[in-house]
């Protein structure tokens, strides 16, 4: 992995909505918690510039992060979830997952789509891209935890689909859904015919009928 991610918090005791908007609205300072593991879980605040800082970069979401609270030995954690504000879109509530370099997580990792300018089903047929999945739920070590996992669509051709099973995942990774059996290999994504397609070739097999008829 290439970054590394670090962050600053505060226990807080002043729990509850009311508290949690007076950090957002006058102390700059997002709540969260983080919980897992043998410990309780602990509720803190983070810097909203800070956090923000962080969320700009799309491996923040997917890496292993050093948690410190008032100062203490930081804790290794992964961000499970972030609620944003539904309009205006910056953070209002974070939860942090403990983890431990020797026990497995599951955590979701984010889908590259690579080559779609360069497929021959979209560059010369026209087809249309359909993602049915922008990320993907990985059971693995922190350790072997990937920043993303690339989708390669150089091959891909007008009606093909790519399922779990067809991607390349890395060394010690696992398909959280396949390992619940092949029922779950879901499609990730898939090359349609570009619109209209089928009702020209309708037309032209009407208009070979035709003149078949005449002769």
């Known amino acids: 992995m290439s970054e590394d991610f670090e962050l600053n918090a505060v226990a807080r005791d002043d729990l509850g909505k ?7 609205r006058l102390a700059d300072q997002v709540p969260a918690i983080i919980y897992g593991g043998k410990k309780n879980p602990v509720s ?5 510039k800070e956090l923000k800082k962080h ?18 030995k930081a804790e290794n954690v992964i961000l499970k979830d972030l609620q ?11 939860d942090f997952l403990r983890v431990s370099k020797s026990t497995k997580l599951q955590t979701s990792v984010p889908l590259h789509f690579i080559n779609e300018d360069k497929a021959d089903g979209i560059k010369l047929q026209g087809g249309k891209v359909v993602h049915s999945m922008v990320q993907l739920e990985v ?3 922190p ?26 995942l890395p ?6 859904a396949l390992s619940h059996g092949p029922d779950h290999d879901l499609p990730v994504v898939s090359v349609n015919k570009p619109k209209g397609a089928a009702e020209d070739t ?9 003149e078949g008829g005449d002769a």
């Open 18 to 24: 009311g508290a949690s908007r007076r950090l957002r």
């Open 44 to 48: 803190i605040s983070i810097s909203l």
């Open 55 to 72: 969320l700009e970069s799309e491996a923040f979401f997917s890496h292993i992060i050093s948690l410190s609270v008032d100062g203490k």
């Open 84 to 94: 944003r504000h539904p309009a205006k879109g910056f953070p209002m509530h974070a």
């Open 139 to 141: 059971s693995c070590l």
């Open 143 to 168: 350790a072997d935890l990937p920043e993303f996992i690339e989708v390669d669509l150089i091959d891909a051709k007008i009606g093909d689909t790519l399922h779990i099973s067809d991607l390349k």
């Open 171 to 176: 060394k010690g990774v696992v398909s959280v």
């Open 202 to 210: 309708e037309g032209e097999g009407e208009e070979g009928s035709e």
